[in-house]
């Protein structure tokens, strides 16, 4: 801390997985709680401020570091939740099965904007980007006893095979389920999302 030494910090995933972010500075000390605190920094700003302007440059980079640091962690809670929910799920859509992880998201039940929205797995599904984009579109909704039911007007559309195969087929499909009970998506929350999309439907 008083060298102001540039660390690197390994945020635990996983066992075993972990996603890292620097420069990372320690910027307070409490031993009497054996803690201390640690503030992300931008790369880049943090060089230049070796050069060293002072007090002046001192002030900025506190602000520049709680900005960074708010944002760092934001990051690393979604990298943290999307890695979870996609391990919980085997790494396939629990709709369709698609395995191409550069296609598969980590989708919210609540979304992380509403005080309910909690980033742990049980408020998450693994799904393709297209399932992604129609679930958060209320398309269809998993009901609480993880059946799917799909928009009356979804249903009733003509075009292309994406539509039969993808939307209209999945209509009172069971969802995939993570081994894990404890990982099985919450039934309260999808209750409460249920009722949006009968709401909307
Ligand atoms: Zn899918």
Known sequence: MRERVPLVYFHGVEPGSYVAAYPVF??????????????????????????????????????????????????????????????????????????????????????DSDPEGEPVVSNGVALCKLHHAAFDLLFFAIRPDYVIEVRPS??????????????????????????????RPDPLRLERRYEEFLRAS
């Open 26 to 111: 320690v910027v307070g000390d409490a031993p009497a709680a054996l803690t201390f605190m640690l503030q992300v920094d931008d790369a880049s700003a943090a060089l230049a401020m070796d050069i060293g302007r002072g007090r002046v440059a001192e002030d900025e980079a506190a602000a520049r570091r709680a900005y960074v640091t708010r944002s760092v962690r934001q990051r690393l809670h979604q990298v943290a939740f999307r890695e979870r929910v996609l391990r919980a799920y085997q790494e396939r859509c629990t709709l369709c099965s698609l395995r191409h992880q550069e296609l598969l998201d980590a989708a919210h039940i609540i979304p």
């Open 154 to 183: 979804i249903l009733a559309g003509h075009d292309g095979p994406m539509l039969i195969v993808g939307l209209q087929q999945i209509h009172h499909r069971r969802i995939l389920l993570p081994r894990r009970p404890i990982d």
